[in-house]
């Protein structure tokens, strides 16, 4: 298994309806709380390490601003090069796996072992 | 790349490495075999980038240290760990923390609107204004945020032109090789650069900022003009007058102009070194000292500031200083008998090699592989070895040739063609006024 694709569900009332609410807060990484949309229960929090819109570009463009932190190799600019269509397929893939019924720590735990 | 194709080029830079050492080369020591080996591993390791770039350099330390060390009149290892904190380490760390610092109070995109501001409508002044102003951002930032700004500034303007209209592509061409062209200005503006001051320095030739802005900032505004008169005769403009908006200009809180000061002065003590004689290095810590103890920046920004492209240099300015005290330099010019070549002749291939070198691997890792092959050549050699770090930076070709490259290519704007016709003649271009410069006018001038 290289990686599994799981549908977040209420732990009330077992809802798959869920609210994203994105929260940016200078000097802190922007955090995600999901919530059900049916019950309003929290669902998990999510950090993240990128935020990617549905524009990617515009997203690569605001990301490699900060200057120096990459190094500049070839591997790096293929990605660069790559950055949309990677999200693109990699959207395709996700929605098209089998959807596991683990809880996302137990995956967690098996994938990074 | 595929898992199999890493190891096979790990197993065939340890080949090598291993064959080399023990090979029996007449006329080379020991020091200097040892080094050629290290120097083939580099050199496959870092071409073929099996493992990261950075983990090479460290690789390539550890062996220096190794099997190289031991073989020295003055055995001592630790010369080839010093360099991972030499001056010119020291002085990018604090461009990092300066660019960080102007990129997180989004003073780039400020200063970026305010000049263009100035620009007008004409289609031939906007792509100047776009040029200038990303070359002297990727003078003090990395040539990758410079570009990544600049699009993002130029995107709303490239896409209200209409389709057909070379200038789109003009317009989006020119930003990365804009970038690519101002790094070359500062010492801080690109690795190679800096690779290129040590190397000198090492060699007893001392260059500081100012001096190096003397010797590349005239190529550099050459190169932007042509460049620019280049990509106005290929995506000729259609359109007669364009018209772009900004954002507003948002209004600077105290956070924002101490970010301002601190470049204004550290950039004015980099200038004025000869005068009040702090050394560069020690000038560029001012903006971490002020940045952070004031908590403008956190942290989580001294964390993520660029390491990796560190300890990539440190390991290249490792192997070059392996190259020189082991003699490997003036061993590699007597034995292929270049001492005899015509210094122009020498001038013109080391250029060569270099440009199509920076066009395949990594801008760094080709500065810190040819840099010090040039370093064994009596007279004259100073001009050439500042001649290949801006060489290095003459990647123009392909998308893959540098990040500037690739983003602007992300934009499924471009195609490949376009990169390579436009690239191919600003790289022959760059090769030219590198060589004027290099073989004429620095000479003349006496200032390498
Ligand atoms: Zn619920």
Redesign the interface.
Known sequence: MSFAVKIETCPQCRSRKTENLVRVEP?C?VRVYVRCSECGAFVARYTLERYTSDKP??S???F?????????????????????KKIETEFKETTEAPFTELKVEEIICELKR | MKLGWRIFFVTLSAAAFAGICFAPIPGMDTAARHTLAVFVLALILWVSEAIPLYIASLVIAALLSIFVAQHLPVADYKIFLAPFFSPVILLFLGGFVLARGLESYGLDSVLASAILRKVGKKPAAILAGFMGVTALLSMWMSNTAATALMIAVALPLIRSIDEKDPMRIGLLLCIPFSANLGGMATPIGTPPNAIAIAALRDAGVQINFLEWMGIALPATLILLVLAWILILILFRPKTKALSFSLHKAKKLGWKEWVVLTTLLVTVLGWLTGRFHRIPDAIVALLPALIFFSLGLLRRKDFRSLGWDVLILMGGGLALGKAVAVSGLDKWLVTSLGMEGLPPVALFVGFILLTVVLTNFISNTSSAALIVPLTMGFAGGSNSLVVGVALAASASMLLPVSTPPNAIAFGSGLLKVKHMFRTGIIVAVIAIGVILMFGLVIWPRLGII
């Open positions: 000097g990484p570009y515009e690569l463009l605001k490699s601003r900060r200057g120096g932190c990459s190094i500049a190799s070839r591997s790096h600019a293929q990605e660069l090069e790559g950055f949309s």
